[in-house]
Nanobody
Framework: QVQLMESGGGSVQAGGSLRLSCTAS????????MGWFRQSPGKAREGVAA????????WYADSVKGRFSISHDNAKRTLYLQMNSLKPEDAAMYYC?????????????????????WGQGTQVTVSS
């Protein structure tokens, strides 16, 4: 029903910036819980940030607060993750996810809830 395609990953030096994009295709939608997750080898997947597409707030992992910003452009059907002041520990495979229709999209549940659509991932490497 919905396909997610990520782009924008790459290799940067510590302190640099990257902007990840995730464009949705398939069935038209106007409300969803959407987020970014990341996973490095041998580590569990962790939530990075999420938002509700019709809301005005977003939620972030403590480790990225103040450095990352998530946003969504409904017209372009694209989710973004602006990453600034990157650190070596930010290196990971980054995945976008969407839950359509949305449920439990709030500050308490966003990182642990189930998402029914996932992108293929885009690699982010940060050198010190």
């Amino acid at each position: 029903q919905v396909q997610l395609m990520e782009s924008g990953g790459g290799s940067v030096q510590a302190g640099g910036s990257l902007r990840l994009s995730c464009t949705a295709s398939g069935n038209t939608y106007n409300s969803a819980c959407m987020g970014w997750f990341r996973q490095s080898p041998g580590k569990a997947r962790e939530g990075v940030a999420a938002l509700y597409t019709l809301g005005i707030t977003a939620w972030y992992a403590d480790s990225v607060k103040g450095r990352f910003s998530i946003s969504h452009d409904n017209a372009k059907r694209t989710l973004y993750l602006q990453m600034n002041s990157l650190k070596p520990e930010d290196a990971a495979m980054y995945y976008c996810a969407a839950d359509v229709p949305s449920s439990n999209c709030n500050s308490r549940d966003w990182s642990s809830k189930r998402y029914n659509y996932w992108g293929q991932g885009t690699q982010v490497t940060v050198s010190s």
